[in-house]
């Protein structure tokens, strides 16, 4: 599902005399269905840039980045949203949100997007920030003023309402206490059950042996630190 083929990619610092840093040289990487693979690599060696690329946030230089049947590093940005809306999900550490819009209807929006009842969505959500611990009082507020943890768990409740074919998840078990942890590596494995084809960053050591098929690191891609 995910297949990225010689990708390169360098930052150019237009602040600092247009000075242009290479930060991947080579990159290969696939992903199968059903599959979990972990980004793994020393800190800058550029994991979250890889992760950018493939959901179409940076640019790359050359070479290919096949999420399904589109090439992402060429496509028209269009393609990209309609890729995001139906197969690409990508839950990062941070949630991003409209502000005063209801934790509920945070959660509910991807659903919404590609065309559930709304009544199945609210319900979807409702499952899923229970799942969670988010107290049911808390589902009518907007979730700008909740804790990093409870801003975390409905980040992840979001990421998994609609069943992608493909996830990218940005340290997802990071700041969780033992049973949410517990809880998201359920919902990792239920999405892996059911063909979710899973590339991730985990710092959690032993989450990533719990749930990870295979790692990939990406030094070896890093100009100047590749063997
Ligand atoms: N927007 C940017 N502009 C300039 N340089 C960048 C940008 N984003 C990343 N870099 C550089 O690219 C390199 C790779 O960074 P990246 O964040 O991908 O590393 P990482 O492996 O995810 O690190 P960490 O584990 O610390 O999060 C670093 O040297 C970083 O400084």
Redesign the pocket.
């Known amino acids: 599902m995910i297949r990225v083929e010689n990708v390169s990619k360098s930052?150019t610092?237009h602040n600092q005399g247009a000075a242009v840093?290479p930060?991947m040289r080579g990159g290969e990487l696939t992903v199968a269905r059903g599959e979990c693979v972990a980004l793994t690599?020393a800190?800058?060696?550029?994991?979250?840039?890889l992760m950018r690329m493939i959901y179409g946030n940076y640019l790359t230089a050359s070479g290919r980045v096949m999420v399904g049947d589109l090439d992402v590093a060429r496509a028209a940005p269009r393609e990209i949203l309609d890729l995001r809306r139906n197969v690409l999900g990508y839950v990062s550490q941070f949630l991003r949100v409209v502000p005063r819009v209801a934790t509920l209807d945070v959660v509910a929006e991807p659903l919404r997007a590609v065309g559930s009842s709304e009544a199945d969505a609210r319900a979807r959500a409702g499952e899923l920030l229970a799942q969670l611990n988010i107290p049911e009082r808390l589902w009518q507020l907007s979730p700008t003023t909740f804790s990093g943890g409870e801003q975390q768990r409905v980040n992840i409740a979001r990421g998994f309402a609609h069943p992608y074919p493909v996830l990218l998840l940005d340290e997802p078990t990071a700041s969780l206490d033992a049973t949410n942890r517990a809880t998201v590596l359920a919902l990792i494995e239920e999405a892996k059950a059911r063909g979710t084809a899973i590339l991730g960053i985990f710092h959690d050591e032993a989450a990533r042996d719990q749930i990870c098929d295979r790692e990939v690191d990406?030094t070896r891609f890093t100009p100047g630190l590749a063997a």
């Open positions: 930052f610092l840093i930060v690599g800190s800058g060696a550029g994991k979250s840039t990406v």
